[in-house]
């Protein structure tokens, strides 16, 4: 109900047309105006980025789309909100409001987009992971059973590559490790 409200709140033509007013020093040109080119120098780099965070992202498409869309989205509104902010100050939009807002509007859009990323791990049956938390967790594992193996090489019960891993090692001396 609530966000229901805000949703209506945020697409009422008057507070889109402030938020337009508010963020358009950040995207202005050298001349003073919005076009087309300089909203694209602005966002390019954003939405590069995002794509950097989705392609190194583990998990699938979901998990790939979610890193995406709250970096570039996160990086972008970020970076704009403190250029604008910085305007509004009389210092304009520089590298340095765009860096420090497009650096704290990606840690917000992560935030975001892992928990996106958890909520659909939990949805489908999982532990509520991201794909990096997943992938740690599998490779925990491996490492386990590598020292497990290890130590039962060294002491002499089993030997690398034989069958006897497979199957259990009681044989009549108590150890019963499977």
Not at 38 to 47: F, H, K, N
Not at 159 to 173: F, H, I, M, P
């Amino acid at each position: 109900m609530a966000i229901a409200a805000a949703a209506r709140m945020a697409m009422n033509p008057g507070v889109l047309s402030k938020i337009g007013k508010f963020l358009s020093p950040a995207f202005t040109n050298e001349a003073g105006k919005v076009t087309a080119r300089s909203i694209a120098e602005r966002l390019g780099p954003d939405v590069f980025f995002g794509g950097m965070a989705a392609m190194q992202t583990p998990g699938d498409a979901f998990d790939k789309g979610a890193a995406f869309v709250g970096s570039a989205l996160g990086g972008s509104m970020g970076g704009a909100v403190a250029s604008a902010t910085g305007a509004k100050f009389g210092f304009g939009p520089n590298m340095i409001t765009e860096f420090g807002g497009g650096y704290a509007g990606d840690m917000l859009g992560m935030m975001a987009s892992d928990t996106a990323s958890r909520l659909k791990d939990k949805a489908v049956g999982g532990e509520g992971l991201t794909g990096w938390e997943r992938m740690n967790a599998e490779q925990q594992k491996a490492f386990e059973e590598q020292i497990r193996n290890d130590i039962l090489t060294s002491y002499g019960l089993t030997t690398q590559g034989s069958r006897e891993q497979y199957y259990g090692l009681d044989q009549g001396l108590g150890i019963g490790v499977v």
